[in-house]
């Protein structure tokens, strides 16, 4: 297409916002191809100072909207700032600041092994981590950071070798992403103040839930009762 054309139509744009306004700016976007509107805007201060204004308006309230939705949506969402979790300690929710630390940092405060599963996504070998098979009554923390996991109360024997569990705490303090490595869809879990790896989570689990959270014990650390 031609500059000429370009321009011919930039005009009509701007002659018929002048001619009747905001309605005449609508039906150009509706009549013009995507460009005429970039030109339209472009060329904007060339229309009535109402209609502009009335436009802002709008472009203002769309995006005060918007950022409403950002901001009560954020939570649990992202890499930074706050999260909301249960606290077994407060007997109900609080907000905590998210942890994000750098791999060399994570070196620092994980033993060698703790960070091949947390950070790297490893699987400890079956029957020889610490909880596959403790019965002490007492809530599961991450141990990377401390968060509670998991209630000894929904542990439950799955032969695996693996410490199971049939819900987390509360669904705020894990989550959970599609895992497709080794060629099998599974959902990964992984705390979620820290983003430390946990486990998987199956679909073979007892009542009620029907959920197997099958995780690894290095990534636990048992606050037993006292
Ligand atoms: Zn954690």
Known sequence: MSV???????????EGRSASGL?????CIESAPPYCYVLGVIGGFQMKRKDFFRILGVLLA????YGALRITGAENIGNSGKIKLYSQQQKGYIMADKINKTEAEWKQVLTQEQFQVLRKQGTERAFTGEYAHTKDKGIYKCAACGTDLFSSDTKFESGTGWPSFWKPIAPENVASET???YGMARSEVHC??????LGHIFNDGPKPTGLRYCINSISLKLEKNK
């Open 62 to 65: 769309v995006g005060i909207v």
């Open 4 to 14: 000429c054309l370009l321009e011919r139509r930039r005009l009509a744009c701007i």
């Open 23 to 27: 309605h005449a700016f609508k039906s």
């Open 192 to 197: 979620a103040r820290c983003g430390g790896h």
């Open 179 to 181: 895992d497709s490595s």
